[in-house]
Nanobody
Framework: QVQLVDSGGGLVQAGGSLRLSCAAS????????MGWFRQAPGNVREFVARINGNGAVTYYADSVKGRFTISRDNAKNTVVLQMNSLKPEDTAVYYCAAGPYGGSYYYNYDYWGQGTQVTVSS
């Protein structure tokens, strides 16, 4: 069982940066692939980034590649999404997620944070 708590969202101007954090409970954090998803009003929940258990392998959606960076600290049970060069189309509720195998679809993940709002103004 894993419990996830997202934080770090807010309002930022286009071109700015935000750092999202996800704190996880449980002693098996390292065994989970961690992902970030986002959902804008009226849209489906879409994949943003994921990182494997030891942090050596990352994967990004094309829309954020080169702007966002995912990382994890297994000693602190945290995963971070650093978002730079933000665009208005990045506006959404962002969710962290944990799954045993990972992937780019919401059904690949078993545990979810409560979400944190990111709003990028033009």
């Amino acid at each position: 069982q894993v419990q996830l708590v997202d934080s770090g969202g807010g309002l930022v101007q286009a071109g700015g940066s935000l750092r999202l954090s996800c704190a996880a409970s449980g002693r098996t954090f390292i065994s989970y692939v961690m992902g970030w998803f986002r959902q804008a009003p009226g849209n489906v929940r879409e994949f943003v980034a994921r990182i494997n258990g030891n942090g050596a392998v990352t994967y990004y959606a094309d829309s954020v590649k080169g702007r966002f960076t995912i990382s994890r600290d297994n000693a602190k049970n945290t995963v971070v999404l650093q978002m730079n060069s933000l665009k208005p189309e990045d506006t959404a509720v962002y969710y962290c997620a944990a799954g045993p195998y990972g992937g780019s679809y919401y059904y690949n993940y078993d545990y979810w944070g409560q979400g944190t709002q990111v709003t990028v103004s033009s």
